[in-house]
T-cell receptor, first 110, second 112 residues
């Protein structure tokens, strides 16, 4: 059974810092992995999708990497801004459905 | 703009009183999903449709039902809501299974 873990659960950083969020999964037989952002009381916004054959994807200040063999993905945020404050969730797609982690709650301090 | 729309954004119901949540999409995607997300927890898949084919998760209570009358709309029916069903309900779509998922803003359900 696939399990997805995100550590730390919460993170506070000063504005301008580069940071890395972690996502671990137990079953390496994945189809793809997707990173989302969720603002309080809102739905999920897709940030990046990495197919199982890819190693990384980039969008603006965001870079996501995938290492299937070790069961890990990281989301790198460059030059963090207060507007980046949100909960970041990763979701791993196995045979037919996505399994979500519980997220990392990020606060970027001005 | 193509999007996923959920109505209402906030729903209050009484214990045991049936409630229906609505999701519509302008993306023309084949797959529509319903997730339940409780406070500080990961979204949990309840069921999904691939076109008209319904796929129920094994641990989804019978109290939860869904309808997809056409490509654009999908409904979540909770037949007899209990206090434990209070949560955010998220609708998502993808072009095909395994493709990028796009989420609506969610419906926050309160059960009194």
């Amino acid at each position: 059974k696939q399990e997805v873990t995100q550590i730390p659960a919460a993170l506070s950083v000063p504005e301008g810092e580069n940071l890395v969020l972690n996502c671990s999964f137990t079953d390496s037989a994945i189809y793809n992995l997707q990173w989302f952002r969720q603002d309080p009381g809102k739905g999920l916004t897709s940030l990046l999708l990495i197919q199982s054959s890819q190693r990384e994807q980039t969008s603006g200040r965001l870079n996501a990497s995938l290492d299937k063999s070790s069961g890990r993905s990281t989301l790198y945020i460059a030059a963090s801004q207060p507007g980046d404050s949100a909960t970041y969730l990763c979701a791993v797609k196995g045979t037919y459905k996505y399994i979500f982690g519980t997220g990392t709650r990020l606060k970027v301090l001005a | 703009d193509a999007m996923v729309i959920q109505n209402p954004r906030y729903q209050v119901t009484q214990f045991g009183k049936p409630v229906t949540l609505s999701c519509s999409q302008t993306l023309n995607h084949n797959v529509m999903y319903w997730y339940q997300q409780k406070s500080s927890q990961a979204p949990k898949l309840l069921f999904h449709y691939y076109d008209k084919d319904f796929n129920n998760e094994a641990d989804t209570p019978d109290n939860f039902q869904s309808r997809r009358p056409n490509t654009s709309f999908c409904f979540l029916d909770i037949r007899s809501p209990g206090l434990g069903d209070a949560a955010m309900y998220l609708c998502a779509t993808s072009r095909d299974e395994g493709d990028e998922q796009f989420f609506g803003p969610g419906t926050r359900l309160t059960v009194l």
